[in-house]
């Protein structure tokens, strides 16, 4: 199994980027983006249900950040719009074999994608 995640760059305050995580190896009943900023914790930032009827978001991001799929490449996106300069972090995508409700926990997740850098410049 591998994600590959991708996206990530330098944008402006205000601006916008999507993340890429594209799995191989198999499907998941869940994925879910994270972040982590050096010496912080990695937090949880959005998730989605396989079948894209479920999604779940940090309050921090949401009505900002759209998190999506495309079950034919098996690839999950996290559109972020109105950045800013507190997104700035390290991105990490995240799967599990199992559908279940606890986004915020790191443990419940199987696989982890080696992350994609975001910085956002006020």
């Known amino acids: 199994v591998q994600l590959q995640a991708s996206g990530g760059g330098l944008v402006q305050a205000g601006g916008s980027l999507r993340l890429s995580c594209a799995a191989s190896g198999m499907t998941f009943s869940r994925y879910a983006w994270f972040r982590q900023v050096p010496g912080r914790e990695r937090e949880f930032v959005a998730g989605i249900s396989w079948g894209g009827d479920r999604t779940h978001y940090a309050d921090s991001v949401k009505g900002r950040f759209t998190i999506s799929r495309d079950s034919a490449k098996n690839t999950v996106y996290l559109q972020m719009n109105d950045l800013k300069p507190e997104d700035t972090a390290i991105y990490y995508c995240?799967?599990?074999?199992?559908?279940?409700?606890?986004?915020?926990?790191?443990?419940?997740?199987?696989?982890w994608g080696q992350g994609t850098l975001v910085t956002v410049s006020s």
């Open positions: 995240a799967t599990d074999r199992r559908y279940r409700t606890t986004w915020h926990v790191l443990a419940t997740y199987d696989y």
